[in-house]
């Protein structure tokens, strides 16, 4: 495809690209490429579905008809796979954006920026839908019932089935469709970017353009304003949210008037709504995927959803039980900024090795299937590892002592090094046949043990018996 994008670049320079560099991709199958050469700079597409670019191609056209600024698109390839498109540089409204977020202060220079992306948010929800064909939208033409369901069903089995937490699924389901109702009660005629984030915004000439709107469609005005004031990775401060929501508000005027409390109400179901569909992906392409960056995003996203499921809490009382769950595991605890985290499994090997969630990947796994098994045994077989008895038979009839000792002495010098070196995380898994007896003996001991002889903190998991805990830094 890289060929086509040469072909392209020929075609609307007429030379060839002197640099062609592959840009890095933020979870899209989509690949970029900044080619370059004879003065003249593009962003090379390649996409993975004609539609998809079709989609693109036609709003981005259309933005820049109704005067918003979006890349031009130059050319594109016979078959629409790929196409050529103005570069804006590098610096994306998130980048912009570093200082004020690691300090947790926005500077006003900031604030004024954000409040003129959101001074722009209706324009482009109003003036791109006028005389748009919305049959182009890609895959989907309108958020609509099922699409919402989609979005739900995301979070239910690619985050909530992952990270192994309880639930009930009826009463779950009965709120999905109790949110789609509230979500789907507006007739709407607008444009809906669906993934409009600052990361997606670029700043170009000392203004916001716009790109990465392919997945658009016709829908609410709420869903956009809940994507950008709630993107967990952005940490904006809730004095900068309400001078954002503000900004789009007096500028929504020229299309609609709206009460205030009315509109808040609204925009919480939204907000609640577009976590969730964020925590799907953290999810999918974090805990599937085991790509680091979205596994970090998850605890933002968990904290926000805690908050505005607070606030709707009568009525979504099952959807909050479970977030407030899922926030209090172990692995989702607010990162210390220094001191170490050991992380200890039991498992059973018929489920599989624990994932690394910490992304550092290393440590040690365990197997425990040589000791002698209690679960073959009738008094032992609603037990596990916890109890007294079949503590008391795995040191008195096996070989348990000998095979801590040994791991023992691998982990020791591992916490040393780990300690001396400032690392931040070390991952220890157990693993037996069932992951109830063996593994959970050995887990239990060597938790104490770390815990006892380093003063560190201790996270201890179960999986087989969903019971976490843990053990505080001394």
Request: glycine share 8%.
């Amino acid at each position: 495809m890289v060929e086509a994008l040469n072909i392209l670049f020929n075609k609307v320079t007429g030379t060839q690209p002197q640099s062609v560099v592959k840009l890095t991709g933020d979870g899209s199958n989509r690949a970029y490429y900044r080619m370059s050469g004879d003065g003249c700079s593009f962003i090379g597409a390649v996409g993975t579905s004609v539609k998809e670019n079709r989609a693109f191609i036609t709003f981005a056209r259309k933005f820049r008809e109704c005067g918003i600024d979006a890349p031009q698109v130059v050319a594109v390839s016979n078959d629409e796979l790929c196409y050529l498109q103005q570069d804006l540089g590098d610096l994306s409204l998130f980048a912009r954006m570093k200082n004020s977020r690691e300090s947790g202060k926005f500077s006003q220079q900031d604030i004024e920026a954000l409040c003129n992306v959101m001074s722009c948010l209706p324009h482009i929800q109003h003036r791109v839908a006028r005389g748009l064909d919305f049959s182009v939208c890609y895959p989907v033409a309108e958020f609509d019932h099922r699409a919402v369901m989609w979005d739900l069903n995301y979070f239910k089995y690619c985050f909530l089935k992952g990270v192994g937490v309880e639930f009930d699924e009826r009463l779950l389901e009965d709120e999905f469709e109790k949110l789609a109702l509230i979500l789907l009660a507006e007739d709407a005629e607008t444009f809906l970017y669906r993934d409009f984030q600052s990361r997606n915004i670029m700043w170009h000439d000392e203004r916001p353009w716009f790109i990465d709107f392919q997945g658009a469609r016709k829908g609410p005005i709420y869903y956009d304003v809940a994507s950008f004031v709630g993107q967990a990775r952005a940490k904006y401060t809730p004095e900068a949210i309400e001078c954002m929501l503000d900004a789009y508000l007096k500028s929504l005027a020229e299309y609609r008037t709206i009460n205030r409390e009315e509109f808040t109400s609204k925009l919480r179901c939204f907000r609640i709504f577009r976590l969730l569909q964020n925590l799907g992906t953290y999810g999918y392409r974090g805990i599937f995927e085991r790509k680091k960056k979205f596994v970090e995003s998850i605890p933002a996203a968990l904290l926000q959803l805690q908050g505005l499921l607070g606030e709707a809490r009568e009525a979504f009382p099952v959807l909050w039980a479970i977030i407030e769950d899922v926030a209090h595991l172990p692995r989702f605890a607010p990162q210390e900024k220094c001191g170490l985290t050991v992380d200890v499994f039991s498992f059973s090997y018929h489920r599989g090795i624990p994932e690394d969630y910490s992304g550092n990947g290393g440590g040690f796994v365990f197997d425990c299937r040589a000791l002698h098994n209690p679960g073959r045994y009738e008094p032992y077989k609603k037990l596990t590892g916890m109890d007294a008895e079949v503590i008391k038979f795995l040191e008195e009839n096996s070989t348990a002592a000998a095979f801590l000792a040994n791991a023992y002495s691998l982990v020791d010098e591992m916490v040393e090094k780990y300690i001396e070196r400032g690392f931040s995380h070390i991952q220890l898994s157990f693993g037996c046949t069932g992951g109830q007896h063996r593994s959970v003996y050995c887990a239990e001991n060597m938790a104490r043990h770390v815990w006892q002889k380093f003063g560190v903190k201790v996270n201890v998991n179960h999986i087989m018996q969903n019971k976490q805990y843990t053990l505080s830094a001394q």
